[in-house]
């Protein structure tokens, strides 16, 4: 098989989050990833980005809308909305970004910057 471009794998990565494929979005990740959520915490290693993929916090897998893409050499940002269930507080929205940093033809670092809606 070909090697994925860049946006192909963001756009495997975000298909592994809709449905909590875990095997799915490790597959797009350095070893030594990091994922940096601004605000909440920042995950070292696919071990500890694993753990992440579905906290415990919320149920159920998020409906995320990709609404834009822009790629820059080995970065990839990617905007949109998503939907998601908390334990606790119910359904809720959110306006995401996430900005990927690619090394070797994986995901080296992803940054994300969640903001609650309405």
């Known amino acids: 098989m070909e090697q994925a471009t860049q946006r192909q794998l963001v756009e495997e990565y975000f298909a592994g989050f ?4 875990h095997p799915r979005i490790l597959a797009t990740l350095t070893e030594d990833v990091e994922w ?5 915490r920042t995950t070292r290693g696919k071990a500890e980005f694993d753990g992440e993929i579905e ?3 919320f149920t159920g897998s998020p409906d995320l809308d990709v609404q834009r893409v822009h790629e820059d050499g ?9 939907r998601g269930v908390m334990v606790d507080h119910g359904p809720f929205r959110f306006a995401f970004n ?3 940093t690619f090394r070797a033809g994986l995901i080296a670092r992803v ?4 903001v609650p809606l309405p």
Do not use: K, M, Q, W
Request: glycine share 10%; charged share 20%.
């Open 18 to 21: 809709r449905t909590s494929d």
């Open 55 to 57: 906290n415990p916090a």
């Open 74 to 82: 080995p970065v990839v940002v990617a905007a949109g909305e998503g």
């Open 111 to 114: 940054d994300s910057y969640v």
């Open 36 to 40: 940096v959520i601004h605000g909440h």
């Open 98 to 100: 996430d900005l990927f």
